[in-house]
């Protein structure tokens, strides 16, 4: 994750709002209200979670590239259509549902780089679980950009690092 | 292999068969056990007389451009490490030492001269795997200790078309044997275009918990699922259900050794559920040059409903442009390493919209792959019933549909719908299970139903 060294802090108001904004995602998520969600986001969103690869220390390569392979890449259509999988009655592997829980934490908020945008730091953990014995975790970081827009705050880009070479699980039927 | 002067491996002796593989796998009868995707004693015997004896995906050559390239990967559980040569060749060596059996290199790509196990500081060269040299070598040279007979253990390697695979059984068949007729149907994904294709950066990982020959036998000739798992994804991605695979005009199903390839000749029916309408203009364009290169019928398959699996475990979608090892991990689970296949030649905007596009689908996060992964837990799982194994369970859709005056290379079957490829999957697997050596394994090939 970048460590920018000349962080701008905002007041304790603007912080607080930044702060609400991220709980009350987790809050939409865990509730499956992914229209509400998706109202949340900018249209310009770039959603973008990139594949962690194993790479030693002094390659210069890195362990993620953005023209590399990722979980996540997405703008506002590929997020619909995300959601529109998950709102299909014939989404077999969504029925009984998969209960989530997403916990938020480490939040730093800075001003952005453009007036009126703000740049977020936080930490999640994501824990899913089906049937009766199945549990997924997932803790990551994130990395957001959220911007003031006529109809208040939204997300205009979010990047999400896992510790996580490879998915100990089937798959992320979720947002993180 | 050229470091023959090593000491030999020395192969525990072959175990004998397994008695009731008759009763568990009755392709004549297309009948199977659910026993098959539980058992530890079959996969042992899966690890000894299937994923080391045949050949298997390791690597595409685009994945080591330059000499000192390497990559992680591994054949069955035996972890490997393949690396570009000076002479640009690639070798694949077990990344193991010689010495206590230590991983000698744990990134999973990179670019390296050597590589140094951690234990004991044995190190040996990228370029022929020889052992350069250790911690405390006086000791060693003292001792007599030969070095020329302890590098890096060499597999046997053999490329199609970008493909790299590897075998560490010296009495297999070439690999074009091994292949056989089925690489003028791979043609279409890897030669369709001047330049050939080109893996993009990255590789996804994850696991599924299901025995590796649900997924394998998913891709191997199973597109009559498509249309009702994928449901959701389809209306999701294209507003409308999955194109009505039982009334596409023409299709077929070919195998050979346990390979095979179910497609239609629809074009672009894969590749339209990513959404892109560039991406099937790009293959309507291009597909006058494909005909030219590899005649009408296959340029009608660049990406139409399809999908291929190489026995046992390489699997890939025409259009979709994903490409799949399934690695065993023990019965009841598989490591899943994805990539996505371009042609070389490709724009960058479009090969960027098959990276984007093979994600949205067909990867953990794919809205396809999602209701996969659920469904092939799920058969391996009910397995653990003694009670459900006795279940017989029903592999039979499409016998008596073999073509025989069919001018198609390989086994021809009429219609994707049907589980001719499947039958012919386990048909193989059991001969490799009751097979002692290469030699034993029958050839099936115009016999199959």
């Given at each position: 994750m970048t460590h920018q060294l000349q962080d701008t802090p905002v007041s304790i108001d603007e912080a607080r709002r930044v702060e609400q904004f991220l709980l009350r995602e987790a809050r939409l998520l865990d509730n499956e209200c992914w229209d509400q969600w998706l109202l949340s986001l900018s249209e310009a969103i770039h959603y973008w979670m990139p594949g962690i690869e194993n790479r030693r220390r002094e390659d210069k390569s890195g362990p993620y590239r953005l023209e590399h392979m990722a979980f996540f890449d997405d703008g506002m259509r590929e997020l619909k259509r995300r959601v529109a999988r998950f709102k299909q009655p014939s989404a077999w592997a969504e029925n009984p549902p998969t209960r989530n829980v997403h916990l938020v934490s480490n939040i730093e908020v800075y001003a952005g780089a453009e007036p009126g945008e703000y740049l977020a730091y936080s930490c999640f953990v994501n824990v899913r679980s089906r049937g009766l014995d199945e549990h997924a975790q997932l803790a990551g970081r994130r990395e957001d950009v959220l911007r003031l827009e006529a109809e208040g705050l939204k997300l205009l880009k979010r990047k999400i690092l896992i510790p996580n070479a490879m998915l100990l699980c089937k798959n992320i039927n979720t947002f993180l | 292999m050229d470091n023959n002067k090593h000491i030999p491996l020395r192969t525990l002796e072959s175990t004998p068969a397994l008695g009731n593989l008759d009763r568990l796998c009755d392709m004549q009868e297309g009948r199977l056990s659910g026993k098959v995707f539980w058992d530890e004693a079959i996969y042992e015997q899966e690890l000894e007389k299937i994923f080391a004896r045949c050949w298997l995906f390791v690597a595409h050559e685009s994945q080591l451009p330059r000499s000192g390239d390497y990559l992680t990967t591994s054949m069955g559980e035996d972890e490997v490490l393949v690396v570009r040569q000076k002479d640009a060749s690639i070798k694949v060596f077990l990344n193991a030492c010689p010495h206590r059996g230590n991983k000698v290199c744990f990134a999973e790509a990179g670019n390296a001269r050597g590589f140094i196990c951690n234990y004991h500081g044995w190190s040996f060269g990228a370029d022929g795997g020889r052992l350069m040299g250790m911690h405390e070598s006086k000791c060693y040279e003292e001792s007599q200790f030969d070095k020329s007979r302890h590098g890096l253990r060499e597999a046997r390697v053999a490329s199609y078309k970008g493909l790299v695979f590897a075998t560490f059984a010296s009495d297999a068949p070439t690999l074009e044997e091994y292949l056989g007729p089925m690489t003028w149907y791979m043609d279409v994904m890897l030669d369709m275009d001047e330049g050939g294709s080109e893996f993009l950066g990255g590789c996804i990982r994850s696991t599924i918990e299901c025995n590796w020959k649900i997924a394998a036998e998913n891709f191997v000739g199973d597109i009559l699922h498509g249309g009702w798992t994928h449901d959701s994804a389809a209306k999701a991605m294209?507003?409308?259900?999955?194109?009505?695979?039982?009334?596409?005009?023409e299709s077929y199903s070919v195998n050979w050794n346990g390979h095979g390839y179910e497609f239609a000749t629809d074009v672009v029916g894969n590749a339209a559920t990513l959404g892109e309408k560039d991406i099937n203009k790009y293959l309507h364009v291009l597909r006058p040059k494909v005909a030219e290169r590899l005649g009408e019928f296959r340029s009608k398959l660049i990406g139409a409903i399809s999908s291929f699996t190489v026995f046992p475990n390489f699997s890939f979608l025409p259009g979709q442009n994903t490409v799949r090892i399934w690695q065993?991990?023990?019965?009841h689970k598989i490591e899943l390493f994805t990539w996505v296949i371009v042609n070389k030649n490709a724009p960058q905007d479009i090969k960027d919209k098959w990276r984007r596009g093979a994600m949205m689908?067909?990867?953990?996060?794919?809205v396809f792959e999602m209701d996969d992964g659920e469904n092939w837990e799920y058969c391996t799982k009910t397995s653990r019933g003694v009670v459900t194994r006795y279940q017989d369970l029903y592999v039979g859709l499409g016998m008596h549909t073999r073509l025989d005056d069919s001018e198609l290379p390989g086994n021809v079957f009429k219609g994707q719908l049907n589980e001719c490829n499947a039958r012919a999957f386990y048909q193989r697997w059991k001969d490799l299970l009751q097979a002692?050596?290469?030699?034993?394994?029958?050839?099936r090939n115009g016999t199959l139903r």
């Open positions: - | 294209l507003g409308g259900p999955v194109a009505n695979v039982g009334e596409l005009p065993p991990r023990g019965p689908t067909f990867s953990p996060t794919g002692p050596t290469w030699a034993d394994v029958p050839d």
